[in-house]
T-cell receptor, first 111, second 115 residues
Framework: TQLLEQSPQFLSIQEGENLTVYCNSS?????LQWYRQEPGEGPVLLVT?????EVKKLKRLTFQFGDARKDSSLHITAAQPGDTGLYLC???????????FGEGTQLTVNP | ETGVTQSPTHLIKTRGQQVTLRCSSQ?????VSWYQQALGQGPQFIFQ???????GRGNFPPRFSGLQFPNYSSELNVNALELDDSALYLC??????????????FGPGTRLTVL
């Protein structure tokens, strides 16, 4: 069974600060996806990384996939209260297969 | 194009009862995956249906069962409910293509409470 460890589990910061969330595994995934989930809603896909060493940017969010395709990070620059939510990483074993999720990082950005 | 919808939104049951949750996949999608998300945790894979056949199952007991219909909508059935079955049940639909990364689109979930 492939496992994804996400850290930190909780993060409370002030508006304008930077933060990084980590997602680590001992297994290789064909792709790794980052989701954001609001209370009472399903996860919404932010980005998919596929190639080892890949870096993707989405406005103030930067996603990186490790060279060995076992770990990933999400960096948020100048966090805003609207960034508050549960951030989940999920690995896909093969295309079209199940997603293995991390435990999530609950981010709170205080104004 | 409509997104993934789930019904009901909320449900309260008692131990030992049975429940059926429903999911309508996004237009054009032929694959539905079900996940269980306990409070404060990430979603756990229950099973996946592809073209009406089960296509992979997670570590859940047989009292968790499912169906996929010709229109690719799906049901999740849980028999003999236990307190630990209380969770948000998420349905995700996709259209996997060989060699390409699959994107699963999630519905809003059904919040099941077992008393």
């Amino acid at each position: 069974t492939q496992l994804l460890e996400q850290s930190p589990q909780f993060l409370s910061i002030q508006e304008g600060e930077n933060l990084t969330v980590y997602c680590n595994s001992s297994s290789v995934f064909s792709s790794l996806q980052w989701y954001r989930q609001e209370p009472g809603e399903g996860p919404v896909l932010l980005v998919t990384v596929v190639t080892g060493g890949e870096v993707k940017k989405l406005k103030r969010l930067t996603f990186q996939f490790g060279d060995a395709r076992k770990d990933s990070s999400l960096h948020i620059t100048a966090a805003q209260p609207g960034d508050t939510g549960l951030y989940l990483c999920a690995g896909e074993e093969t295309s079209g297969s199940r997603l293995t999720f991390g435990e999530g990082t609950q981010l709170t950005v205080n104004p | 194009e409509t997104g993934v919808t789930q019904s009901p939104t909320h449900l309260i049951k008692t131990r030992g009862q049975q429940v059926t949750l429903r999911c309508s996949s996004q237009s054009g999608h032929n694959t539905v995956s079900w996940y269980q998300q306990a409070l404060g945790q990430g979603p756990q894979f229950i099973f996946q249906y592809y073209r009406e056949e089960e296509n992979g199952r997670g570590n859940f007991p047989p009292r968790f069962s499912g169906l996929q219909f010709p229109n690719y909508s799906s049901e999740l059935n849980v028999n003999a409910l236990e307190l630990d079955d209380s969770a948000l049940y998420l349905c995700a639909s996709s259209f996997p293509r060989l060699g390409l990364t699959d994107t699963q689109y999630f519905g809003p979930g059904t919040r099941l409470t077992v008393l």
